[in-house]
């Protein structure tokens, strides 16, 4: 799902300087699961600011909330009268939600208690992976269901380089941490299905233009669209 | 090696120290489990052990019961010190539940660096059933801690911090059984 | 003995590796800044003593001088160059137009890389492009040559005249696949190719093995990538540090036995001429590449010693 993580303390509070009605809006889809922005973390992050207030002897109010997901106009209603009151909205939902709450709002003010960070799997309790980047061409049918795009650093369609190594990548992430050379993952998965030619296979540069490298995307579902 | 004392050394001269108001008494909430911590804390009264008067209790099934948000409470209320008591390692009554309490309270340390507030306001003791004496030793080291640190810079007038952090907890606390015994009190407590 | 119409862009090293000549070819890394005297003077050094010399391209994401200025003026200073084009920074765009640029100023030789990843530079926070990746960057050279098409299938009336090279990394995992990965590059329009520098020749000599299974060497020409040591520390960092490099602990051993210094370098120098008599040896192995980038000076002892002096000159 689309992952998330709550942003530095002293970024947040610059972001609120000078509002003396904070609503820190949760959101109990995507972020909740991932831990960073679910009612329990607004309920968190709104007593943080509190306790700073009361420190720094300012008077402000904080309250907290959640939209079950704020990227639905419907579920935005639910929470409208707390948004309504309050100066600023300190939401906690992925881009999408804090967006649509802007929206639906405007021009009441919004801002990210949040860095949306990516589309992730939680690959154990409290580890998220990132495995795809929503290019809007998925190829991953010739290479093992492993997507090159996202999981090899350098999106190569035809890998690995020659930086691979152990079946990792030359590249460590920000925290020094082990990145898996995704070529290596696909070559193996693709011997484990006998299916090895599969890795010489003409593999043509990729269509960008569906990417958001285009242009922002739409999607329209006709058939679906009420009468 | 030759390094590290100097290091050390150079710690301590630098070091800030406040001020400690000699009128200055600790307002300190205490989270006990019920199994090994609060029975501790009684065990520690009948052996009239000496331990400050300056720790309220509350009572819990289990420190595993504690959430951020119940120590973060407790501070904005104005606690000036909160810790968790709970069984030993390795022998919770529920298994692990002290094991995620001690990891919470870490986080919960990190959580009041970010707000500015001395990290050491929240700690974790473990102790069994039969440890009147740590019990007794873990509230007086831990009075000492706040004495030393001063009032807690967020406290507002007004506001009863064990109150706040009681009502915080929202009926997971189990019923307040008051102050430990009067005899268990060394100093005359403000309360 | 190939004729005239049958070069692929008549440079002076497809001239050589065609006749089956044995190549010597260099590498100038540019200068990180607007200095335009420093591949001068690199070139003064080389000439002569290489038959071509590789021109970096902002090489480990460090930004240069890029590699299509700094080729120009190594051939106007009578020095044959191979531009580098690295997928990291441009897009498909960037890389025809270059291409083309790079034919009209006289360019001919150029080497298609994937390029180092970004965060191992000194502008981390950039946008890494990898439009493309290193095959399918050669196969739309080759098209743009062979074809006279643009990689939207578009045609134009004078197409670039190149001499294609690709990079491989005999010590990257997984082993087993390196030699198809060649394969793979050939299929894609390589004409030549560099390894990455050898210091674990009995590695090296069972990755040729598997390269003559498959009968390659006879379909690409293989330069052998040489680097001489300056120090053992330098040798060190790359055994630690540097992605792909497989740097046995005798050869560290043997340079850090002899004082810093001169002597390490002499022993460096000393280790390099051997490797190359030894790679020469070698089945399949059409010249080597020799890397001693900001040690360019080393570089005619080098070749002197390895009795790789004169160079060819082939018609």
Request: with cysteine.
């Amino acid at each position: 799902m689309i992952t998330a993580e709550r942003k530095p303390f002293d970024e947040i509070l610059s972001l609120v300087e000078g509002k003396k009605k904070i609503l820190v809006a949760g959101c109990d889809t995507c972020v909740a699961i991932c831990l960073t922005g679910g009612e329990k973390e607004a309920e968190i992050l709104a007593s943080e600011l509190r306790i700073k207030a009361q420190q720094d002897g300012r008077e402000v109010e904080v309250e907290h909330t959640a939209a079950i997901r704020q990227c639905e106009w419907e579920y935005l209603d639910m929470i409208a009268q707390k948004v309504e009151e309050a100066d600023l909205v300190l939401s906690m939902a992925c881009g999408i939600g804090i967006q649509s709450l802007a929206e639906k709002f405007s021009p009441k003010l919004v801002m990210p208690a949040v860095n949306t960070n990516m589309l992730g799997m939680p690959q154990e309790h409290a580890v998220w992976l990132e495995r795809c980047v929503a290019c809007g061409e998925c190829r991953i049918g010739l290479t093992a269901a492993i997507c090159p795009v996202v999981r090899c650093s350098k999106s190569l369609m035809n890998g690995p380089c020659g930086g691979s190594h152990d079946g990792l990548c030359e590249v460590t992430g920000p925290n020094h941490e082990e990145i898996e050379c995704a070529w290596a993952l696909i070559w193996e998965r693709l011997k484990a299905q006998g299916r090895e030619e599969l890795m010489f296979t003409d593999r043509p540069p990729k269509n960008w233009s569906k990417s958001s490298s285009g242009g922002p995307r739409k999607m329209v579902r006709e058939e679906a669209k009420p009468v | 090696m030759a390094e590290a004392p100097q290091a050390v050394a150079a710690i301590e001269t630098e070091a800030p120290h406040k001020p400690v108001d000699p009128g200055f008494e600790p307002e300190i909430i205490v989270f006990a489990c019920h199994y090994c911590a609060y029975a501790a804390a009684d065990l520690a009264g009948s052996m009239r052990l000496q331990y400050p008067s300056n720790i309220r209790m509350i009572k819990l099934p289990c420190t595993g019961k504690l959430e951020i948000i119940h120590l973060l409470r407790a501070i904005e209320g104005g606690a000036d010190g909160v810790y968790a008591a709970g069984c030993l390692e390795g022998e919770c009554h529920y298994l692990k539940g002290n094991l995620w309490a001690r990891k919470r309270v870490d986080h919960v340390k990190d959580l009041l660096v970010e707000v500015g507030i001395e990290p050491e306001r929240v700690e974790m003791y473990n102790m069994s059933s039969a440890e009147g004496a740590k019990f007794a030793a873990a509230a007086t080291e831990f009075t000492e801690r706040i004495r030393q640190l001063g009032p807690n810079p967020a406290k507002r007038p007004g506001v009863n911090p064990h109150d706040a952090a009681r009502a915080a907890l929202d009926g997971v606390a189990m019923a307040d059984e008051g102050q430990p015994p009067a005899e268990a009190t060394a100093e005359e407590g403000t309360r | 003995m190939t004729t005239a119409t049958e070069y692929k862009a008549g440079s002076n090293l497809e001239r050589i590796l065609s006749a089956g000549q044995f190549a010597v070819t260099g590498e100038c890394g540019p200068p990180k800044s607007a200095d335009g005297s420093v591949i001068e003077e690199k070139a003064k050094i080389l000439k002569g003593y290489v038959d071509a010399v590789n021109i970096t391209d902002n090489q480990t994401a460090v930004v240069r001088v890029c590699s299509m200025a700094s080729g120009y003026q190594a051939q106007q200073n009578g020095l044959e160059a191979i531009m580098q084009m690295t997928c990291r920074d441009r897009n498909r765009l960037a890389m025809q137009a270059d291409i083309l640029g790079a034919s009209v100023l006289g360019i001919k030789n150029v080497l298609c890389l994937t390029g180092d990843h970004l965060s191992f530079g000194n502008h981390p926070e950039a946008r890494g492009v990898h439009d493309l990746d290193a095959i399918t960057l050669l196969k739309m050279y080759k098209d743009m040559r062979d074809e006279s098409r643009f990689q939207c299938g578009e045609e134009m009336t004078v197409a670039p005249q190149l001499y294609l090279g690709c990079a491989e990394n005999p010590f990257a995992d997984p082993f087993e696949l390196r030699a198809l990965r060649l394969q793979k590059k050939i299929e894609a329009g390589a004409d030549f190719m560099q390894t990455q520098c050898i210091f674990n020749l009995p590695k090296f000599k069972k990755w040729m093995e598997a390269v003559r299974a498959l009968g390659l060497h006879q379909e690409i020409k293989i330069l052998a990538g040489i680097t001489p040591i300056k120090g053992a520390g330098m040798a060190n960092y790359m055994k630690k540090f540097v992605p792909g490099m497989d740097v046995p602990q005798e050869i560290i051993d043997r340079i850090a036995a002899q004082e810093k210094g001169a002597p390490q370098q002499a022993e460096g120098k000393k280790l390099a001429v051997e490797m190359i008599k030894e790679l020469a040896e070698v089945e399949g192995v059409a010249g080597v590449h020799i890397m001693a980038v900001e040690w360019e000076a080393a570089v005619p002892e080098i070749v002197e010693a390895a009795g790789l002096m004169p160079r060819p000159a082939v018609a």
